[in-house]
């Protein structure tokens, strides 16, 4: 002891004090006292609302584009009829393509959106004025193999779009405060826009029977997207709370009958030559359904989007322009 | 340069004395280059130009290896819907001119598979300069080359240095691993693709670096992200993108059991620490072979003993560890050809030429006959050792599917190497190194384990790029079955006591959703089935009962092709209500459920 210096001593204990004094100030700082076990807040439902402010004034609401056999030509007449791209794309907008690109399969097999429909949209688009126009879906099948072999990635490529590919860290996690859709990650592609367009393609569906407008909203999902299916009428409407498009445009040049969704058997497919656009992506599904020998009524999902307000389910009442 | 010239009056011509003067001014400032040792006699300057030349080509042949490496992926094209998703790369090229990998599978096929008759040039390269392989093309030597140079510790330097680059007897392992493989493969086993130092490459880069690397990466990307800061988000994002274009995929990948691989490679690196180019001195089996092969080598070296002063220089920068000092006879079979020797003596011992005197030169290797006879038997009765463990003939693994076009298991396991090829392209992450599933033999051989990925049904890329036939190379036609039976690799179960429409009353019909095959293997029965309420009914009594409408999921054995797409895709997460088994894999006359299944009409 005796070697030991009074300052020695203080500087030891002061040592040793600071370092469990350090360790007290981080301790607590960074206290976790346990979460909360219990439900989160619930609020209104999370929206990303791109529809135009501005009322359709006399111009159709809902154009259905039959009389022609070039898939190009159909979307131009039935865009023209709901008084043309410059209506919905500004000059300088970042608009969002979002066509249907969930599965490997090729053109022929109708269960992508034809191509051609999806180049001329892109087209369109630019010719608006559109400074940036991304084409992007989160497919379900391995994505690098959709984009191409639904020759979309080609098609869109050609024309100038912008083509992303579903990665990783493009999911964000979100509230979506839906009904059964509450926090899910979310990819972040199509909702970072100044304007959406959905570009769906019509088909059956094993389980919701027809879809096409509202289901594909589906590809705005990561994560684990094959729980929906339990109570898929519900998921669709909730999807279609959050995303409200400015323009739905429906593929309907070749058809899926059965074996929907993903099909596989070109006798399965039929020629059909029809786009519909539209500015109200419940009317879209309503009218489209017809298609195949549905009603409105028969299916679910379009009266649940109808009673939430996000459309109509009676086309009829719209004004229409069969061009 | 110019500008640490001295200054001098404008317009004066410059005389060749000034210019001398400025030139030892310059190194005068410049580090001096390290005085020869000993009689500074200069390396020829042909061996000079030749290290250097070897050094390019190391780091060439490496940045190949790794850009096939990272080209090992689908990622899409703008080519038209209709043109075939191939490879454009002969990404598999290193392992094509790997002899060990061609003698092996002509030792136990008794056939050189189509790309691999591409490994003669290797052995043509051989015969004429020695190893050169390994001192100049090998990756996998090449990142020894590099880890060797950075990583010793003190202990390694100097002296030490020199004793640990002087030829030891552990070197004759390597001649033993191989003399056992090649018997092995002999006895109807690849397995020495464990040790085949590209296979090694491709696997533990492929399956382990670059899987943590995309890891870390997305871990700091996330980071970023949470930071909340534009810029960052958005160097984020593009940095990302580029990866994944270029380094790996969109999607992480993972692999089954990985740990060992990436274990295993970073020991046989840090070895590098003790003993210089561990790996290719005591245990490459090509590096054996090539050995073998080096005693035909019409380039080699020539000592002038006499004028050795035994400074040991040319040990310092020995790769082969195959005695280049004078006294001793050069070791040719161990030689890597990285000519150091020369260009480090000082003394004008050394000297590489075509058609070297023989005098000090030990051309073979320095192996016992017994021991290699007994090597070679050893690895030889390894095989029917392994096979009477009971994962072959009886008691099968159901978790062993092999990928769509692979040859029936017992030839799968004559050719298959385990390069990991296949699991690198698949673009589901399907593929995986199989731990104990099939056997110790069949230790990292490819399985599909659909629950990490499926069998995407118009992708052939894994039979594209195996460079051994194990999986062959079929095309969309014959693997979907136009015109013919399409290639099945297992069937699907129920678990319906786990299904939510057989036992929950909950619609899903996921699986059949995703069943690729037309007409699909999945098909549904309709059904009104009661359900009970989730809350509890009036005054305390039971709960009560509605109606559901589901669709209930059968399968067809006969158009069920194993995709595992269900599997994948079953929302019952833990441990999914509908799995793949590999009963009626088209490969297999025996594996079968049908009677029908019995006209086999495979290959």
Not at chain 2, 469 to 474: D, S
Request: charged content about 20%; proline content about 6%.
């Amino acid at each position: 002891m005796a070697d030991t210096s009074r300052r020695d001593v203080l500087q030891r204990i002061g040592a040793a004090a600071a370092v469990l004094g350090g360790a007290a100030v981080l301790g607590r700082a960074r206290w976790d006292q346990g979460h909360p076990f219990g439900e989160g807040t619930r609020d209104r439902p999370q929206t990303r609302d791109f529809r135009l402010k501005s009322g359709p004034g006399e111009l159709p609401q809902l154009a259905v584009a039959t009389k022609d056999t070039d898939p190009a030509s159909l979307v131009r007449k039935a865009v023209e009829a709901l008084g043309g791209m410059k209506r919905f794309v500004s000059r300088g907008d970042v608009v969002v393509v979002k066509p249907n690109i969930g599965w490997d399969r090729t053109p022929i097999h109708a269960a992508n959106t034809n191509p051609k429909v999806v180049a001329e949209v892109v087209r369109l688009a630019f010719d608006a004025g559109a400074k940036r126009v991304v084409v992007t879906d989160a497919s379900c099948n391995e994505p690098n193999r959709c984009f191409q072999r639904s020759g979309i990635w080609k098609a869109a490529y050609d024309v100038g779009g912008e083509i992303v590919l579903p990665a990783e860290h493009r999911f964000r996690t979100m509230r979506l405060r839906g009904e059964v859709l509450d926090e899910w990650l979310v990819y972040t592609p199509i909702v970072n826009a100044d304007k959406v367009i959905n570009v769906p393609v019509a088909k059956h569906h094993n389980l919701a029977k027809y879809t096409a407008a509202m289901k594909n909203w589906y590809g705005t999902l990561g994560g684990r997207r094959n729980r929906l299916h339990q109570n898929i009428d519900v998921s669709i409407a909730d999807l279609a709370t959050f995303m409200q498009p400015t323009l739905t445009i429906v593929d309907a040049v070749r058809v899926l009958l059965r074996n929907g969704p993903q099909g596989g058997n070109i006798a399965d497919a039929k020629d059909l030559h029809t786009v519909i656009a539209t500015t109200d992506q419940v009317a879209a599904d309503a009218y489209g359904c017809r298609l195949i020998g549905r009603t409105p009524e028969e299916i679910p999902y379009i009266k649940l989007a109808h009673d939430r307000g996000l459309g109509t389910m009676f086309w009829q009442n719209l004004r229409l322009a069969e061009v | 340069m110019a500008s640490s010239e001295p200054a001098r009056p404008a317009g004066k011509a410059v005389s060749a004395n000034d210019l001398g003067g400025a030139l030892d001014k310059l190194r005068a400032i410049l580090p001096k280059s390290k005085a020869r040792a000993g009689s500074g006699i200069p390396a020829r300057k042909v061996i000079r130009a030749l290290v250097w030349a070897r050094r390019f080509a190391q780091a060439g042949f490496l940045g190949v290896f790794l850009w096939f490496l990272f080209q090992t992926a689908f990622r899409g094209t703008f080519a038209s819907a209709d043109t075939r998703v191939r490879l454009p790369l002969p990404v598999e090229g290193f392992l094509l001119a790997d002899p060990f990998v061609g003698a092996m599978t002509l030792l136990s096929t008794r056939t050189v598979y189509r790309g691999l008759l591409w490994s003669l040039v290797t052995i043509g390269l051989t015969v004429v300069f020695g190893r050169v392989f390994c001192g100049w093309i090998c990756p996998f030597g090449t990142i020894h080359h590099v880890f060797a140079w950075i990583f010793p510790s003190r202990y390694g330097k100097g002296s030490k240095r020199v004793e640990s680059n002087k030829t030891s007897p552990r070197q004759r392992v390597k001649y033993y691993l191989l003399y056992a493989f090649l018997a092995a493969a002999a006895a109807g086993s690849a397995a020495g693709g464990l040790l085949d130092p590209i296979c090694v490459a491709v696997r533990a880069i492929g399956l382990a670096v670059i899987p943590a690397a995309q890891y870390v990466a997305g871990v700091a990307s996330s980071g970023a992200t949470a930071t909340g800061v534009r810029a960052l988000q958005s160097g984020a994002d593009a940095t990302g993108d580029f990866l994944a274009r270029t380094v790996w995929q969109s999607k992480q990948v993972y692999f089954h059991q990985t740990w060992l691989v990436g274990l295993l490679f970073v020991a046989v690196l840090f070895l590098n620490r003790f003993i210089p180019r561990f790996w290719c001195r005591v245990l490459c089996p090509l590096g054996a072979l090539l050995g073998v092969f080096a005693r035909f080598a019409l380039f080699g070296m020539e000592k002038d003993h006499a004028k050795c002063t035994d400074c040991n220089l040319c040990l310092v920068h020995c790769q082969g560890a195959d005695s280049p000092q004078g006294g001793v006879k050069h070791r040719q079979d161990e030689c890597h050809m990285c000519l150091n020797c020369e260009a480090a003596c000082p003394e004008d011992v050394i000297k590489f030429r075509f058609l070297p005197g023989r005098a000090s030169t030990v051309r073979t290797p320095d192996t016992a006959r017994r021991t290699a006879i007994a090597t070679a038997a050893a690895g030889a009765a390894m095989i029917p050792a392994a096979r009477i463990a009971d994962v072959l003939d009886t008691n099968y693994s159901s978790k062993v599917i092999r990928p769509p076009g692979s040859v029936e298991e017992r030839e799968f396991l004559e050719r298959c190497i385990r390069c990991a090829e296949c699991m690198k392209v698949c673009p589901n992450n399907a593929l995986h190194p199989a731990f104990f599933e099939a056997g110790v033999e069949g230790i990292w051989t490819p399985i599909l384990i659909p629950r990490i990925g499926y069998c995407e049904h118009s992708c052939v890329l894994c039979g594209q790029v195996c460079p051994t036939g194990a999986i062959q190379k079929i095309t969309e036609e014959q693997k979907l079955g136009v015109g013919m039976k399409p290639v099945s690799i297992g069937t699907a179960f129920y678990d319906v006591g786990r299904c939510l429409p057989w036992s929950m009353a909950t619609p899903c019909i996921v699986c059949e959703e995703f069943c690729p095959t037309s007409p699909k293997a999945i098909w549904v029965e309709e059904a009104t089935v009661p359900k009970r309420l989730p809350i509890a009914g009036q005054d305390g009594k039971e709960p009560e009962m509605t109606t559901v409408h589901v669709q209930r999921p059968h399968v067809d054995p006969a158009l069920c092709i194993g995709c595992g797409a269900c599997e994948k895709v079953c929302p019952v997460q833990d441990q999914p209500a509908v799995y793949v088994t590999n009963v009626g894999e088209t490969r297999s006359k025996t594996n079968v459920i049908l009677l029908e299944n019995t006209k086999y009409s495979g290959s």
